[in-house]
């Protein structure tokens, strides 16, 4: 428990001094010399918050895995109001990758927790957002499982498209709809966080309807004239009640909208106009949030 103990601390330590040295550069460097990594935390309400920490260099897999799984149990963030979604108790025996397949044992702790849904998300969340991972195989002591206690979601077929803060258990709702997960800000001990929520669009829903849908859970008054999507570009047409003084429209809630729309597949940018003009701020790759500097 020591060890562990330790090893963690090592990486927080680590994780500030490589914070520091990041706000130190130029944009050119960051952008050349630093990655984002995203782990899974939880608030007083057991929402679930994507959280973005800058590291330095990469690590072999099994190594990274170890390495995320540990953060996730550590407490070192409650002063933003985070908390371990992950039980200090839980242990990675094994780590295995096969065919996009990622297969990762732990020990028995997992039976015996009560948020069973939640950190289901977070590991999947986590453990398959890697470029060579399409899906997450759960074993306990080495054997396959196929649920968990406090929870309807099988375990045989884990994906990214699981989301986060998915309120839908039964399994019928993700193999007949569209997850996406649509963001919303939320303060949280202060802090304003971008918090997702994981929605299932019936499929047979036009994609103007599911853009609406979308935009309706972002902000009531976003009102859609039009979409379109051309070449993975998202075109939405919405109405000038949005606009500022300065014809644009607000930075957050245009960061809203383009996290939660490209969500949808086959969308991998959105483009936002009113009358006729694109009010878009930033490039969608230059979106950066819940980033905290330990």
């Known amino acids: 428990m020591k060890k562990k103990i330790i090893i963690v601390s090592v990486s927080i330590i680590c994780l500030a001094i490589g914070s520091f040295i990041y706000l130190q550069m130029d944009d050119s460097k960051q952008v050349s ?33 170890r390495n995320k799984i540990d953060l996730m ?29 990622l297969t ?20 999947t969340y986590v453990l398959t957002d890697y470029d060579d991972v399409n899906q997450l195989k759960i074993q306990i002591d080495g054997k396959d499982v196929t649920y968990l206690p406090n929870s309807t979601v099988p375990l045989n077929h884990l994906t990214h498209d699981l989301g986060l803060n998915n309120f839908e258990e039964a399994s019928t709702f993700l193999h007949q709809s ?14 304003l966080y971008y918090v997702p929520t994981t929605l299932r669009i019936s499929e047979s829903d036009s994609l ?17 004239l039009n979409a379109s999507l051309d070449n993975q570009v998202l075109t939405l047409e919405l109405d000038s009640n949005l606009l500022l003084d300065n014809e644009r429209i607000d930075k957050t809630l245009e960061e809203l909208i383009i996290l939660s729309l490209t969500s949808l597949d086959n969308v991998k940018d959105v483009d936002i106009l009113i009358n006729g003009e694109s009010v878009r701020n930033q490039e969608t790759s230059q979106i950066h949030y819940n980033y905290i500097k330990i």
């Open 33 to 65: 010399e630093t990655f984002l990594q995203t782990l899974i935390y939880q608030d007083a309400n057991h929402d679930l918050v994507p959280v973005s920490l800058n590291v330095h260099n990469q690590m072999e897999l099994e190594t990274d895995i």
């Open 73 to 101: 149990q550590s407490s070192q963030l409650q002063a933003y109001g985070l908390y371990p979604v992950i039980d200090s108790q839980l242990e990675v025996q094994s780590v295995e990758l096969q065919d996009h397949m």
């Open 178 to 191: 569209v997850p996406v997960m649509v963001y919303q800000e939320k303060t949280i001990a202060d802090y």
């Open 208 to 224: 103007e309807e599911q853009v609406q849908t979308i935009l309706s859970h972002i902000n009531s008054k976003i009102h859609l």
């Open 104 to 123: 990762v044992s732990f020990n028995d702790c997992l039976y015996s927790n009560q948020d069973a849904l939640n950190i289901i998300e977070a590991l």
